[in-house]
């Protein structure tokens, strides 16, 4: 498994990893990779990275698809974030994506996302070639 790590900066962010994780893939021979994060309030997904509106488009989505206001009980040591453990989920923590030529097969409009859902904090990210 190959980590890297990056800092959020607000609290709710999707961050475009697509350069780090083909960093990480480069040279290593393998059938697909997996992206994957470690966190309970932050969230691996693939979406269009040409027009930056769509990315805040989705993050304002990202936080009416689970609302703040429904009644959440949950509270930890990061506050009473069931709502960021909720977006989490809907998101998924992790992508699989083909190795085509040792490179991870997206398409032309796709990047690889990581979805803060809780931030700012410092995130790990976990990439595995899978033989
Ligand atoms: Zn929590």
């Given at each position: 498994v190959h980590e890297f790590t990056l800092t959020t900066e607000r609290k709710t962010q999707l961050i475009d990893i697509t350069g780090r994780v083909k960093e990480a893939v480069d040279g290593r021979s393998g059938s697909a990779v997996l992206v994957y994060v470690p966190h309970t309030t932050a969230a691996i997904t693939i979406n269009e990275k040409i027009d930056p509106a769509l990315v805040a488009d989705l993050e304002r989505a990202f936080e009416k698809v689970v609302?703040?206001?429904?009644?959440?009980?949950h509270d930890d040591a990061d506050g009473p974030n069931g709502p960021s453990h909720g977006r989490a989920s809907v998101a998924g923590a992790q992508v699989l994506i083909p190795l085509r030529e040792g490179k991870?097969?997206?398409?032309?409009?796709q990047a690889i996302f990581l979805c803060?859902?809780?931030?700012?904090k410092p995130r790990s990210v976990y990439v595995t070639v899978l033989q």
């Amino acid at each position: 498994v190959h980590e890297f790590t990056l800092t959020t900066e607000r609290k709710t962010q999707l961050i475009d990893i697509t350069g780090r994780v083909k960093e990480a893939v480069d040279g290593r021979s393998g059938s697909a990779v997996l992206v994957y994060v470690p966190h309970t309030t932050a969230a691996i997904t693939i979406n269009e990275k040409i027009d930056p509106a769509l990315v805040a488009d989705l993050e304002r989505a990202f936080e009416k698809v689970v609302g703040d206001d429904w009644g959440w009980v949950h509270d930890d040591a990061d506050g009473p974030n069931g709502p960021s453990h909720g977006r989490a989920s809907v998101a998924g923590a992790q992508v699989l994506i083909p190795l085509r030529e040792g490179k991870p097969a997206l398409g032309r409009y796709q990047a690889i996302f990581l979805c803060e859902f809780d931030g700012p904090k410092p995130r790990s990210v976990y990439v595995t070639v899978l033989q």
